[in-house]
């Protein structure tokens, strides 16, 4: 198979009768340690044959079985982990392989006669009688897509790509490019979708999960030690949805409860003590020692940004201090202790069809919230990617400096 969001790939999970069928199914047929046997060579640097050339059913049940323990930590070590390995399995088939049309983004075959003779000759180089045939193989412009859909992937200069008619006219070489961006988008795509229904996969991606967090700390053990992981930390504003942003600026009375006391209660309280909660019925207490993180941080906010409703939402309705701590899991009270925690539920942020549909209002969306289902992982995406920006720019920095 040489992609697992590919045409091959999706008419393998009809047959099988979708993708909750394909994660229902796959325990049975995958040991977690076969599943992991795709991502742990990369301690050694050399992908095994038998990973190399799995059939296409076994191939796709393994990787799946990645993506399902992924569910329970979509932004972190082991997401790098599994893509990291992953990209290199499927890239090297698509170096190797003749024709591409299996791949996940929409290419077509250029007709023999398509680009005029005289842009052929100077973008292959074909004057230059020195080039071999690899050579020559590598600047033909085997392949073409949409420009709208070229776009969505590119990340070079449009000064590199002939582009003729609407289709951008592409070598194999910028094909793999593509690829690689389209990969990294189908991986937090279907990931984002299957961290909505974790607590209804079935345990064996709970332990899998575990043994793939531990793989992800051995290999990334040096990173690690120089920088840390993403867990409870203070809040990053500058990462918030635009959702979150426009509670915390305040909103007119028909949006005050919703906007306050349902999402922005939920969003800050988990990002700040639990932003990757292992399940859904987690407790305040399973996360912190004390209150004080929640009455010194997390309440203040939650209290400003009411204030700064119109008109304000707890001059206006005093007692909505309680309906606070009930939806943070401690009952309908305003002086809580940490043992009252599990007395309610602890309202997980709602999903962003739930905003658009309850606060249509709130829901301003940026180009982040792309295959978002959550404003918590538009946050959790948010801190992995500053994570990987800060740790390139640490490393480079310690190389100039030594």
């Known amino acids: 198979m040489l992609d697992p969001f590919g045409s091959r790939a999706r008419e393998l999970v009809k047959e099988l009768g979708g993708i909750e069928a394909v994660l ?21 640097g050399e992908i095994p044959d038998d990973v190399s050339e799995m ?19 979509p932004y972190g070590l082991e997401g790098e982990l599994v893509k990291d390995a992953n990209m290199r399995i499927y890239s090297e088939r698509i170096k190797r392989d003749q024709n591409l049309a299996e791949l996940s983004i929409p290419l077509k075959t250029t ?10 000759f100077i973008l292959e180089r074909r004057g230059e009688g020195n080039l071999g045939p690899e050579k020559k193989e590598e600047l033909r412009l085997k392949y073409k897509l949409h420009l709208s859909d ?12 002939y582009v003729r008619d609407g289709y951008a006219y592409v070598t194999k070489g910028n094909v793999l490019k593509l690829w690689e961006k389209a990969f990294e988008h189908n991986i937090e795509r279907a990931v984002s979708v299957l961290y909505e229904i974790k607590d209804e996969l079935p345990g064996y991606y709970t332990e899998l999960h575990e043994k793939l967090n531990a793989l992800a700390r051995e290999v990334f053990k040096e990173r690690l030690e ?11 504003f500058e990462f918030f949805p635009p959702c979150i942003k426009k509670a915390m600026g305040g909103v007119p009375a028909g949006l005050r409860n919703y906007a306050i006391t349902v999402l922005l209660t939920s969003f800050l309280s988990y990002a700040r003590i639990c932003p990757n909660p292992p399940k859904r019925d987690v407790r305040v207490r399973d996360c ?16 400003e940004a009411g204030n700064r409703c119109t008109p304000p939402l707890f001059e206006d309705q005093p007692h909505e201090i309680k309906n606070i701590w009930y939806h943070l899991g401690f ?3 305003d002086k809580p202790s940490l043992e009252d925690s599990g007395n309610s539920p602890w309202y997980f942020p709602p999903n962003c069809d739930k905003v658009r549909a309850n606060a249509p209002a709130l829901c301003n969306p940026d180009r982040d919230c792309r295959h978002i289902k959550n404003p918590l992982t538009y946050y959790l995406r948010k801190l992995y990617f500053e994570g990987r920006t800060g740790k390139a720019a640490g490393e480079n920095g310690g190389e100039e400096n030594g």
């Open 24 to 44: 229902e199914r796959i325990p049975s047929y995958v040991a977690p340690d076969l599943a992991l046997k795709r991502v742990s060579w990369l301690r050694s």
């Open 55 to 73: 059939d296409d059913l076994m191939d796709l049940m393994t990787f799946y079985a990645l993506l399902g323990a992924l569910a329970f930590s």
């Open 111 to 120: 007709d023999k006669n398509e680009i005029p003779s005289k842009d052929a």
């Open 150 to 161: 070229f776009l969505e992937f590119w990340e070079g200069s449009l000064k590199e790509i």
């Open 226 to 236: 120089r920088y840390g992981s993403a867990e409870a930390a203070p809040l990053r």
């Open 288 to 303: 912190v020692q004390d209150l004080n993180v929640l009455e010194r941080e997390v309440i203040p906010l939650i209290v």
């Open 331 to 333: 009952g309908l009270t």
